[in-house]
């Protein structure tokens, strides 16, 4: 018997509990007294990668898609032997991105499950959830807890990912026996999808004759409504209107004191460049 790692994790809360019934012998504390140095980074023996196929039991997160500036829930799952009495681990994912997070037990757990919580509010969860009970009783994959995380609103497109990790509190799952469960782990991800556009653009040049920009013409663009804006174009021609309605219906125009330019009406689905009008004289 080692006497201890110096980590608490689920099987130390078992252990705890079979002592206190009287089902294993109180035995002596062991080691020389000094405070231990637990190494929570390097994984128990009995904690295997996705990769591995070893075992059928699984502590498991899916991957879902959500918006920036929205809430999104991650189910963790235990794919069980039926045997499990305590789970331990620790979330560990970016906080400049996913923000305010909040573990909760799932529905139907048995009576009397505790959940405890170490949150550090920098990106680290610690989690423990305990029973005097099996956590499920049959082999069918059920949700034990779930953690909900709000989306930043500046938070960059692309995918982030949710991982378990022993920073906190150690991968682990105690069984009746309150002996550590070989276990595979599955991290999750987030898919954040990218900024909505918040409008269309369009852009393009003012010419004259033979093909050069024209200075200072001014360059007014009409909604159905009848509601208009002005710009004057620069140096080489050049003008844009930016933060249009997509879908809306939109009439330009271009005034120069020497040159008269046809009307032309544009319906964007999209950014538009290279409108451009050429002046005759």
């Not at 000094?34 to 196929?53: C, H, L, Q, Y």
């Not at 469960?181 to 599955?186: A, H, K, N």
């Amino acid at each position: 018997m080692t006497k201890g790692d110096g980590q608490l994790d689920a099987t130390d809360i078992i252990q705890t509990r079979r002592y206190a019934a009287g089902l294993d012998p109180v035995v002596t504390a062991g080691g020389n007294g000094e405070r231990p140095t637990p190494t929570p980074t390097t994984p128990s023996a009995n904690v295997i990668e996705d990769r591995d196929i070893e075992t059928t039991r699984a502590v498991r997160m899916p991957s879902i898609g959500t918006d920036a500036g929205r809430s999104i829930t991650l189910p963790i799952e235990l794919a069980p032997n039926g045997d499990e009495l305590a789970m331990s681990f620790t979330l560990s994912f970016d906080p400049t991105r996913l923000t305010n997070a909040r573990v909760t037990l799932a529905e139907g757990l048995p009576a009397g499950t505790v959940l405890t919580i170490n949150n550090t509010g920098d990106g680290l969860v610690g989690v423990l959830i305990d029973s005097t009970q099996a956590l499920t009783v049959d082999s069918a994959p059920r949700a034990i807890v779930s953690v909900t995380f709000d989306v930043a609103a500046n938070a960059p497109g692309g995918e982030t990912e949710v991982r378990f990790t022993d920073t906190l509190a150690s991968r682990s799952v105690a069984g009746l026996d309150g002996r550590s469960l070989t276990t595979r782990y599955v991290d999750g991800t987030v898919m954040i999808n990218a900024p909505a556009q918040s409008g269309a653009e369009i852009s393009g040049r003012v010419l004259d004759g033979q093909g050069r920009g024209i200075r200072n013409a001014v360059v007014q663009i009409t909604d159905a409504d009848g509601s208009s804006r002005t710009t004057t174009t620069g140096s080489f021609g050049h003008y844009t209107f930016a933060s249009l309605e997509i879908g809306e219906t939109y009439r330009i125009t271009v005034r120069s004191t020497r040159h008269r330019f046809t009307p032309r009406t544009v319906e964007p689905s999209g950014n538009l460049t290279d409108i451009d009008f050429t002046g005759q004289e």
